[in-house]
């Protein structure tokens, strides 16, 4: 799946409250969110990081 593309079915399936508050006729646009996934590398360098314990800020 491309990052900029937004899959309707992953949002509602996802544990914000934006996506699961109305039904399927509503398209909830009244807050930001993080609609979008992240691109590849920054969610490779997250769980990199989270698997190692690496979360502090570098410097």
């Known amino acids: 799946m491309s990052f900029d593309t937004v ?3 992953r949002l509602r399936g ?8 109305y039904g ?7 807050v930001a969110d993080m609609d979008f996934l ?3 590398p ?3 360098y997250v769980a990199r990081a989270a698997a190692t314990g690496d979360l502090g800020y570098p410097f």
């Open 24 to 30: 399927d006729d509503v398209l909830p646009a009244w």
């Open 38 to 40: 992240q691109a590849q």
């Open 14 to 21: 996802l544990s914000g409250g934006k996506w699961r508050r």
């Open 7 to 9: 899959d309707l079915a």
């Open 42 to 44: 920054l969610r490779d």
